[in-house]
């Protein structure tokens, strides 16, 4: 059965760092492109960072300050956020591109199989 299950967010202080998790079944993980989306209250779901087998893509925003990476053997997505800021906080969500073998893209519509999502907070 094919899910996404996000972990690994929580509480920081601005500046702080946290890594989230993916945890992917049901399907080959290199075969897709994976992104990180974020919501915050009132506003829209916006891409953070995507990760194909021809690289790695990230939102203005987050540029120098968020990695993701993938571990194949353990299917899993990474995203580690370092340097929290006060516009961070947001539920983080990863998804699934829904066809294979397709390159970066933060178009919402182009992904499926979303997570629950994972709460990150910033505050001091």
């Known amino acids: 059965q094919l899910q996404l299950v996000e972990s690994g967010g929580g509480l920081v202080q601005p500046g702080g760092s946290l890594r989230l998790s993916c945890a992917a079944s049901g399907f080959t993980l290199d075969d897709y492109t994976i992104g990180w989306f974020r919501q915050a209250p009132g506003k829209e779901r916006e891409g953070v960072s995507c990760i194909s087998s021809s690289g790695a893509k990230y939102a203005d925003s987050v540029k120098g300050r968020f990695t993701i990476s993938r571990d194949n053997a353990k299917n899993t997505v990474y995203l580690q956020m370092n340097s929290l800021k006060p516009e961070d906080p947001a539920v983080y969500y990863c998804?699934?591109?829904?066809?294979?073998?397709?390159?970066?893209?933060?178009?919402?519509?182009?992904?499926?199989?979303w997570g629950q999502g994972t709460q990150v907070t910033v505050s001091s």
């Open positions: 998804a699934r591109r829904i066809l294979r073998f397709r390159s970066c893209t933060f178009g919402v519509d182009n992904f499926g199989s």
